[in-house]
């Protein structure tokens, strides 16, 4: 299998690497359709993404973005496509401007949290009507 390893340090704190992460994430999943959960760690977190053909964690630390993933057959013909563009995306994440970190009710300050960044998505529902017994064949003549 092919591998990604993406490296990025920043100097943005932990709070706000973890916005970014989460961001990244839900970017992942509309972008995608890859299945994302996040779990938030005391001193680093990690992001698990799925889909078929790739699986991969982001590490999420006060000072570094550790991300690695494994591509399938079909996938890896196109490693380094997939590997630039989600570099491009993390760095344009860390490079834009960030406000202050506000208390997000995401951010919980005691030990660790597993969040699924998007519920699963609902199960189709097929409403089938029972089948109608057939028509009874008509009644043969009687002999005379």
């Keep these: 299998m092919p ?12 709070k706000e690497a973890r916005k970014i992460a989460f961001s990244w994430a ?3 999943e509309e972008k995608f359709d890859m299945e994302c959960t ?11 993404f799925s889909r078929s053909g790739v699986k991969g964690t982001l590490l999420v630390d006060a000072h570094q973005f550790e991300m690695k993933a ?9 490693k380094d ?13 860390l490079n834009a401007p960030h406000p202050a970190a506000k208390k997000s009710a995401a951010t919980s300050a005691a030990g660790a949290a597993k969040h699924k960044v998007r519920p ?14 057939a028509a009874k ?5 009687k002999k005379a």
């Design 38 to 48: 996040y779990e938030e760690g005391d001193t680093e977190d990690t992001l698990t």
């Design 81 to 93: 496509r997939i590997e630039s563009e989600i570099g491009e995306q993390l760095d344009a994440l």
């Design 26 to 28: 839900e970017k992942a």
């Design 3 to 14: 591998d990604i390893h993406i490296h990025r340090d920043h100097q943005l704190g932990f």
């Design 137 to 141: 064949p008509a009644p043969k003549a």
């Design 70 to 78: 494994q591509l399938g057959f079909l996938f890896g013909a196109f």
């Design 120 to 133: 699963p998505k609902a199960e189709k529902v097929v409403d089938v009507e029972p089948k109608k017994a």
